[in-house]
């Protein structure tokens, strides 16, 4: 499903749709010439081409996940990408560079844009990291706990905050701080196109509304100024 998702709010449901219909699907009212409670809202789509994003950490279903979905089921991949886009990622076999795969994904922008300094040595960070001995599959296998993807990119993320000075950040932390709230947004977003895919709509009690939004998690970086 490649369409946008839209929300409106109407009888005090919340409808998720990818266009405002004649009529109301919950209470049949019909639309024509009448204003709506309130402006139909855009969703964003969680997913990015990891491939367009730069110095950026990345996760996506893994390749022998059938449907390669966020469907809470599947088994994700992670990587990062360096100044032109290409994903750096352990496997079995050692670290791929991937020029191709990861046009869709969850994609966490790791620099600040005016860190020029940062993303100048960026690559070489990168590819100084990946070509170490520990991530050489003849001197030390992969190991699903142990040493994997997530072990992976997670090292390279605090082998670059410490030439920053800046303390390690310890697995559980980088994961519920910038890895769980962008999954659990996906796996709606996902659930949703599934909804409005087979029923066209997909409706909703309307929760009560916070007086002021949540900060953005867009303008989360984990190397900032």
Not at 1 to 17: E, G, L, V, Y
Not at 134 to 151: A, K, R, V
Not at 178 to 206: D, G, W
């Given at each position: ?74 088994d994700l991949h992670t ?85 920053q000075s800046k303390p ?58």
């Open positions: 499903m490649d369409k946008s998702i839209i929300r409106f709010n109407h009888c005090d449901k919340d409808i998720f749709c990818c266009f405002v219909p004649d009529e109301c699907p919950e209470c049949g009212v019909r639309f024509s010439g009448k204003r709506l409670e309130e402006a139909p809202v855009s969703i964003p789509n969680p997913f990015s081409n990891g491939h367009k994003v730069p110095c950026a950490f990345l996760v996506a279903p893994t390749e022998d996940s059938v449907l390669r979905d966020f469907d809470g089921h599947s990587g990062v990408t360096n100044t032109n886009g290409v994903v750096y990622n352990y496997t079995r076999t050692g670290v791929h560079r991937d020029h191709q795969g990861w046009e869709r994904c969850i994609c966490i922008p790791l620099v600040q844009p005016d860190m020029f300094n940062l993303i100048s040595q960026w690559d070489e960070y990168l590819e100084k990291f990946s070509s170490a001995q520990m991530w050489d599959p003849l001197w030390q296998s992969f190991h699903e706990e142990t040493h994997n993807c997530y072990n992976y990119t997670l090292m390279f993320i605090n082998c670059v905050l410490a030439t390690a950040l310890s697995k559980k932390e980088f994961t519920h701080t910038f890895v769980l709230p962008r999954i659990r947004r996906a796996t709606k977003y996902m659930m949703l196109c599934r909804e409005i895919s087979q029923n066209h709509f997909y409706i909703m009690n309307s929760p009560r509304r916070n007086s002021q939004e949540a900060p953005s998690e867009e303008d989360d970086r984990i190397y900032s100024t």
